[in-house]
């Protein structure tokens, strides 16, 4: 390979150039294109003889990156988006740039060490002791799949006779489709209870319909689709009663933990046996990361460590991250939440976090205001389901459309109880309701245009 020509700004010319991109206003040239468009744009960059550096990278800055959607934009207010940090954006380059392995203590001590400050941190909120522990996994849903899996390694190890049918997860029918997906790979079975009309899971029917073979309940911590938290607190009575595994999916929704105030929703968690919750979501940390705790870190290693020749060289007396998930080889993708806990200090989470749900509710208020248009549901956590009468669920689709091709604002419908709704999810400390409202406001004239 030829010498690499370094091109020393790289750096700082991606985060001042993606700050602009956030802070400059709709772009309707932000977003999906099809590979009919992007072909000729990027045709003919991979070739024998290279293209070199500034010219890939031009590729980079002015082709790729414009098509790709900028989540971390302050109305970006769809799906459950991201708003990084400019300390976490900027340490996850040079992060990359190190080039650290951190599947194992032998060969990213250092990194993993700081990992489990941050994950400590986490615990702490949880009211979890010393014996808490974990590892960053990629993803909500590889969080939720390694818990399960370690939720179900200590049913077993803990049952004498194993009951006669199938194994079954017990949750929310609006438990995140990740569960779902979960269930299909381990090849178990889902008993999914309705929750109350706010969304949230009440222990009484979910004990109605505990069966045999379940092994485990996944409370939602923050359901994507409504913000809503399970109960809890009675659904941990309810895996104690009958020595079930209770793992709380806050992908989303336990970020709020850092909020003192919102602390109190979750009361309970400090008997659940393990939970996720993703900093790239509400912790303002980049793609991708899911921290993944468990109440007992030995209960995710029973389940999850590997062994291999190759491997059993390894001093294994050591804290190895690839012990507590279903990975191997893996980057310190808890780094970048670390460093900016580091730099801000715990508190600027609190405040941000809060700030958020702040947002929310001025939002909601506005919403109230507004004639012709209904708030359903919310805000729960930082999440609001609402509907304009006048229009049709073809006008909704039609206005959504519309404003998120302008870049105005990124608010797609969803479906609550069977009808359309409009849903934002916010979880940005920028996002500003004046904003937000001023393009709502067009809902009230009732008009798809
Ligand atoms: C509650 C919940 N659980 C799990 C997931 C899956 O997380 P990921 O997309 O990081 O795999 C999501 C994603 O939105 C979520 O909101």
């Known amino acids: 390979m030829r010498p690499f020509p370094y091109p020393a700004t790289m750096v700082d010319r991606v985060l001042d150039w993606t700050r602009g991109r956030i802070l400059g206003g709709p772009d309707p040239t932000h977003g999906a294109q099809d590979r009919a468009t992007l072909d000729p744009l990027l045709g003919g960059s991979i070739t024998p003889s290279g293209i070199g550096a500034e010219r890939a990278f031009a590729l980079f800055t002015d082709r790729i990156v414009p098509a790709t959607r900028?989540?971390?934009h302050p109305t970006s207010l769809s799906f459950v988006a991201s708003a990084p940090s400019q300390a976490a954006?900027?340490?996850?380059?040079?992060?990359?740039?190190?080039?650290?392995f951190?599947?194992?203590?032998?060969?990213g001590a250092g990194a993993i060490h700081a990992e489990n400050q941050a994950l400590r941190w986490l615990s702490d909120l949880a009211g979890w002791d010393g014996?808490?522990?974990?590892?960053?996994?990629?993803g909500g849903t590889l969080g939720n799949l390694s818990a399960l899996h370690a939720a179900r390694t200590w049913k077993e190890r803990r049952t004498a006779s194993p009951p006669a049918g199938r194994r079954a997860i017990l949750c929310s029918t609006d438990a995140h489709s990740s569960i779902r997906a979960v269930a299909r790979v381990m090849d178990v079975d889902v008993i999914a209870v309705p929750p109350d009309p706010s969304g949230g899971l009440a222990a009484p029917v979910a004990r109605a319909a505990l069966t045999p073979g379940v092994f485990a309940i996944v409370a939602n911590a923050g359901a994507t689709?409504?913000?809503?938290?399970?109960?809890?607190?009675g659904l941990a009575d309810l895996a104690r009663d009958h020595d079930l595994w209770l793992h709380l999916d806050g992908a989303y929704g336990l970020a709020a933990l850092a909020d003192p105030a919102m602390r109190p929703i979750f009361s309970g968690i400090e008997r659940a046996h393990s939970?996720?919750?993703d900093p790239h979501k509400w912790l303002f940390a980049p793609y991708d990361s899911c921290a993944l705790i468990y109440r007992n870190a030995a209960d995710g290693a029973n389940a999850h460590g590997q062994r291999a020749e190759y491997l059993d060289a390894l001093d294994d007396t050591h804290w190895n991250p690839s012990d507590y998930a279903l990975h191997l080889t893996r980057r310190a993708r808890g780094l970048p939440l670390w460093y900016a806990l580091a730099t801000h200090g715990t508190e600027a989470y609190g405040a941000a976090i809060a700030a958020t749900i702040d947002t929310a509710r001025q939002i909601a208020d506005g919403i109230d205001a507004m004639p012709g248009v209904q708030r359903i549901l919310g805000p729960q956590l930082s999440v609001i389901l609402f509907r304009p009468d006048a229009m049709t669920d073809r006008d909704m689709d039609v206005w959504a459309e519309r404003h998120r091709r302008s870049g105005a604002l990124l608010c797609l419908p969803t479906v609550w109880r069977?009808?359309?709704?409009?849903?934002l999810c916010i979880v940005n400390p920028e996002t500003r309701a004046k904003d937000v409202l001023a393009v709502l406001r067009t809902l009230s004239e009732g008009q798809p245009s």
């Open 131 to 138: 014996q808490a522990g974990g590892v960053f996994v990629a």
């Open 70 to 72: 900028p989540f971390g």
């Open 89 to 100: 954006l900027s340490f996850d380059a040079a992060l990359g740039a190190a080039g650290i």
């Open 275 to 277: 939970f996720i919750v």
């Open 225 to 233: 689709n409504s913000g809503a938290v399970d109960d809890i607190a």
């Open 102 to 107: 951190a599947g194992n203590w032998d060969g």
């Open 418 to 423: 069977g009808q359309k709704v409009f849903r």
